[in-house]
């Protein structure tokens, strides 16, 4: 990332094949409070990101800022793709859930001949049967 201070504003250009747009946005979403963001595409290998303030503030600051935020941004953008299918089935999961309990229709079709699953570790003993102090009978 290269970066040009001109008048009161920063100019930064970003290589687009370490960035994709999206993590792009998300950074300058995270600075459109405080600057106006103008987003470019000079070429196709780079992004050009204009920060200028709405109050007067360290130009070089704000530029390390929008480097941080759009690293992390990049991060949680790779983080997110690569486990999709995870977030996915979390997702899905928490919404069957929150549908409520089974009815007594699906109860009644759900098949409970299935053998009892293996568990050589004793992994889903109870806590009362893992740690019973001597039976009194």
């Known amino acids: 990332m290269t970066m040009h201070i001109e008048n009161e504003s920063v100019r ?16 300058a979403y995270v600075f459109i409070d405080r600057c106006y963001v103008l987003l470019d595409r000079p ?20 530029a390390g800022e929008f480097g941080n935020e759009l690293l992390s941004c990049a ?26 309990p089974p009815s007594l229709d699906d109860l009644a079709a759900f098949d409970f001949t299935q053998e009892k699953f293996e568990d050589p570790l004793g992994i889903a003993v109870s806590w009362e049967e893992k740690y019973r102090k001597g039976d009194k009978k």
Do not use: C, F, S
């Open 43 to 62: 070429d196709p290998t780079k992004w050009r990101v204009t920060l200028t303030p709405k109050t007067p503030q360290d130009l070089k600051a704000i």
């Open 75 to 100: 991060w949680r953008h790779k983080i997110t793709t690569e486990n999709r299918a995870t977030i996915e089935a979390v997702t899905m999961q928490a919404i069957a859930g929150a549908m409520g």
């Open 12 to 27: 930064l250009e970003v290589d687009a094949t370490l960035y994709p747009l999206e993590a792009l946005y998300g950074a």
